[in-house]
């Protein structure tokens, strides 16, 4: 019995660790007036994040699922303008932790410890205009946890710019 009511409690602990680690969000929209097929190019118009290093590993993504797709990115006057927008800010979670449990069938619960813990997101919009017209045809959005190492982050980056694009260019 004592193993089952440490199992039932340590399970909730350990998703509320893992939560975060598993929380990437990944969301497009585009405008289903817009004709794809005719865009075939791409300059960049800004990028803004709050570390300038972040600005190229950001272009570098974008640009490799977009020659996937076979598109040609030009210095200016292509079809389409990107511009991208990186942010950072912490969310809090609330974690508990349970010591013992005297008496749990008699009317009490033993000793329960809260704090909270904070942990950084990020997230990525990326935004495509008709140069044209100036009209706003796609957006993808990336929501995920910012992990602590560089690396780890680089390839999140990697794999939310990839599933942004997995559907690009919509077919209507």
Known sequence: MKVQVRFLFFVPVLLAITLPAFSREVKTDYDHHAT???YKTYSWGKIETPNPLWDDRIEEA???????????????????????????????????????????RWGGFGEATTYVDNYEVGSLVVDMFDSRSKRLIWRGSATDTVPDKSAKALKDLDKSVEKMFDHFPPSI
């Open 36 to 38: 794809f097929s005719q």
């Open 62 to 104: 974008v640009n490799r699922e977009l020659a996937k797709k076979g598109w040609t990115e030009v210095p200016s006057d292509g079809d389409v303008t990107i511009m991208a927008v990186g942010t950072t800010h912490e969310r809090p979670t609330l974690r508990t932790f349970y010591d013992g449990f005297p008496g749990w």
